[in-house]
């Protein structure tokens, strides 16, 4: 499955692939709502928001949209 990425001016990047278009905000910014190919509102929150998670190498994170 072939997967291209992109940096956008707005500080998101965006990841296209076969299953569909995802979105993450790298810059260091507020959350913000967006709105999806079928009208529903999503909120973006920055990953330079959640520089307090602590990970240790027995922690398992899922992240799953």
Partial sequence: MPIMGFLLDTGDYMILNNLGINVIT????????????EGF???????????????EPTNHLLFAC
């Fill in 41 to 55: 509102v999503r909120r973006i929150h920055a990953l330079g928001s959640m520089n307090y998670l602590k990970i």
């Fill in 26 to 37: 790298i810059a260091n910014r507020e959350a913000r709502d967006i709105k999806d190919s």
